[in-house]
């Protein structure tokens, strides 16, 4: 059977033996809106638990819009000209409103890449900046949190007097689910407080997890960092499998947000009856699955339903490679997952083991094989996981392994789909 995955920016079309496949996860997002603007338009008129941002914005001289970088296909070219319309309408000059990109730990956006991320006319007529993690002096002390997480926040946010973000809910795999509160806590954040929040004390707690927001601890730190930063207003949206906005969440940080995870709950949720030997994944293509250390949200997304043991077989072009040559390092560093996982508990914690320490959650759950064109031979060597030419011969793989009646599930995209085994479910 042949099935279209999300990879790169072109796709790959795999075949997939029909008489194994016990399911194709795909979620039956809610429709595309019919006008989007004018949704967007209403969502700032009409806010959840807030009031409109047009009475906000008389009482601030200066704001700062934070959106997401790259990585994040977030439509801020829909999104931000109502949002700066009603600011300067209101009062607030176009030179006093920093649109800052919250690039967290990332690396900074390219000049190529502002035209994708806010568009020219945009990039040309307002400051559109980086956050700078690393750089110590660009951030503010806010003091900790009651978990002792120390709060650095981007200068450029905190001094702004009206402070909005910008960006749209999806699963995620250590926060439960992205937007709201995340863009600012972590998004804006220096380096030391991502660091903490990345830390094995909050990952090791098995609530940080895709889809988890109660009683999850990184989702509590982060919305009270957010609210130690200021945090006045949101505009978050939902996206379907096409990326077309299907819902536009506006207002209060908490209440819209909240009401925003409950409804792409219901619409990415995708069950399949009983854990499958062999699952095929991906990390939803291009931006996401850029680099390796992007793609392994791909691989923890799929767990819920592999079978213990089994093999997880995960597509992602990493047309970038593996990403930072700090990440590279410590991915082909380390002899096998046991050192890894001694190592992060018994020294400071460095910047991007976090995302290797998702990659062990997969290993322990069964055998990983990635299918990257994008990575280097010389890394792929060293890496945790195991790497094959095409994702039929990673099946083949499989079959050879668990028999001929080894059952096989594919998930197209990757992390924009919640899966869960049915009896899970309740």
């Known amino acids: 059977m042949n099935i279209y995955l999300s990879y790169g920016r072109d796709g790959l079309d795999v075949e997939i033996p029909e008489n194994n496949l016990i399911g194709v ?33 008389p009482k601030a001289t200066s704001a700062c819009i934070v959106i997401c970088d790259i990585t994040r296909p977030v439509p801020n070219k829909l999104l931000l000209p109502p949002v700066l319309k009603i600011l300067e309408e209101r009062g607030i000059p176009g030179k006093n409103i920093t649109i800052l990109i919250a690039t967290g730990l990332h690396r900074p956006s390219t000049p190529e890449e502002l035209d994708l991320i806010v568009g020219r006319a945009i ?17 503010r002390y806010l003091g900790e949190t009651r978990r002792g997480t120390p709060v650095y926040i981007d200068k450029r946010y905190v001094e702004a007097e009206l402070k909005i973000s910008v960006g749209f809910i999806e699963p995620h795999l250590m926060a439960g689910f992205s937007g709201g509160r995340k863009v ?66 506006a207002g209060d940080p908490q209440k819209a947000h909240a009401a925003g995870v409950a409804s792409v709950r219901q619409s990415v949720r995708a069950v399949v009856k009983e854990p499958a030997d062999i699952v095929v994944t991906t990390c939803a293509g291009f931006p996401l699955d850029l680099t390796y250390y992007q793609a392994i949200k791909g691989m923890t997304g799929a767990l819920p339903i592999l079978k213990k043991g089994g093999m997880l077989i995960l597509a992602a072009e990493c047309a970038e490679g593996m990403g930072s040559d700090r990440f590279t390092a410590m991915a082909t560093r380390f002899g096998d997952p ?7 508990h018994e020294h400071p914690v460095e910047i991007d083991q976090w995302q290797l320490q998702e990659c062990l959650k997969a290993v322990r759950r069964g055998q990983v094989v990635v299918v990257a064109r994008g990575i280097p031979t010389e890394h792929k060597e060293k890496l945790f996981v195991q790497s094959a030419p095409s994702v039929e011969a990673a099946v083949e793989q499989g079959l050879r392994k668990f028999g001929p009646a080894a059952t096989i599930a594919v998930i197209p995209k990757g992390p924009y789909t919640l899966v869960e085994v049915a009896a899970a479910t309740g």
Request: charged share 30%.
């Open 123 to 139: 990039a040309d007529t307002y400051a559109v900046v980086d956050h700078h993690a690393a750089v110590l002096e660009e951030q």
């Open 184 to 249: 600012v806590a972590i998004g804006c954040a220096g380096a030391e407080t991502i660091k903490s929040l990345h830390s094995p004390r909050m990952l090791d707690d098995e609530r940080c997890r895709e889809g988890m927001i109660d009683e999850n601890p990184l989702h509590d730190e982060l919305v009270e960092i957010s609210r130690m930063a200021g945090h006045d207003f949101m505009l978050d949206v939902a996206l379907d499998a096409e990326r077309k906005i299907t819902g536009v969440f």
């Open 25 to 57: 996860l795909t979620f039956n997002a809610s429709k595309p809106l019919e006008d989007a603007t004018r949704a967007i338009e209403s969502a700032l008129w009409n806010p959840i638990g807030s009031s409109p941002l047009r009475e906000i914005a």
């Open 338 to 344: 046991a050192e890894f996982d001694r190592w992060i």
